[in-house]
């Protein structure tokens, strides 16, 4: 196994968001970052919630659905980046069942740093997890 350069236990103490419209998709979120070992979950299914909950829970990282009613992943994209600093890295993770090139140009665009197709891997999201919030962390130590 690779070494890594952060505490697996800074990793597992990390907040995290996710935001789908489909119960199930969210139950087995849920599922596989209690068994990794997460314990700051967040879990919304009504996207209309998802702004004030990213400002007040203040998560360091967001896994993202981009096909949602009312308010779609690409809106929430725009939205949390505009509520960032722009020093801030705060990485969005999306998962969806859009495979278009369009809809990956346009996530990455809005500041999606990485993207999963549905149905996605578990073993393989949770390293993506993984990794992501450990470039947050070596991110944020480097800040002054």
Not at 117 to 126: A, Q, T, W
């Given at each position: 196994?690779?070494?890594?350069?952060?505490?697996?236990?800074?990793?597992?103490?990390?907040?995290?968001?996710?935001?789908?419209?489909?119960?199930?998709?969210?139950?087995?979120?849920?599922?596989?970052?209690?068994?990794?070992?997460?314990?700051?979950?967040?879990?919304?299914?009504?996207?209309?919630?998802?702004?004030?909950?990213?400002?007040?829970?203040?998560?360091?990282?967001?896994?993202?659905?981009?096909?949602?009613?009312?308010?779609?992943?690409?809106?929430?994209?725009?939205?949390?980046?505009?509520?960032?600093?722009?020093?801030?890295f705060r990485p969005i993770l999306v998962l969806t069942a859009d495979?278009?090139?369009?809809?990956?140009?346009?996530?990455?665009?809005?500041?999606?740093?990485?993207?999963?197709?549905?149905?996605?891997?578990?073993?393989?999201?949770?390293?993506?997890?993984?990794n992501l919030l450990e470039t947050r962390i070596l991110y944020s130590?480097?800040?002054?």
């Amino acid at each position: 196994m690779t070494k890594r350069l952060v505490d697996s236990d800074e990793i597992l103490s990390c907040r995290i968001l996710a935001i789908d419209d489909e119960e199930a998709n969210i139950a087995l979120l849920r599922n596989v970052l209690e068994r990794e070992g997460y314990s700051q979950i967040e879990c919304l299914t009504d996207p209309r919630e998802a702004l004030a909950t990213y400002m007040e829970f203040e998560p360091d990282i967001v896994l993202l659905d981009l096909m949602m009613p009312e308010v779609d992943g690409f809106q929430l994209l725009e939205s949390f980046g505009r509520h960032d600093a722009a020093d801030e890295f705060r990485p969005i993770l999306v998962l969806t069942a859009d495979t278009t090139v369009q809809a990956r140009r346009r996530a990455l665009a809005l500041g999606a740093k990485d993207f999963v197709s549905k149905p996605f891997d578990v073993i393989e999201v949770g390293l993506r997890i993984s990794n992501l919030l450990e470039t947050r962390i070596l991110y944020s130590r480097l800040k002054p």
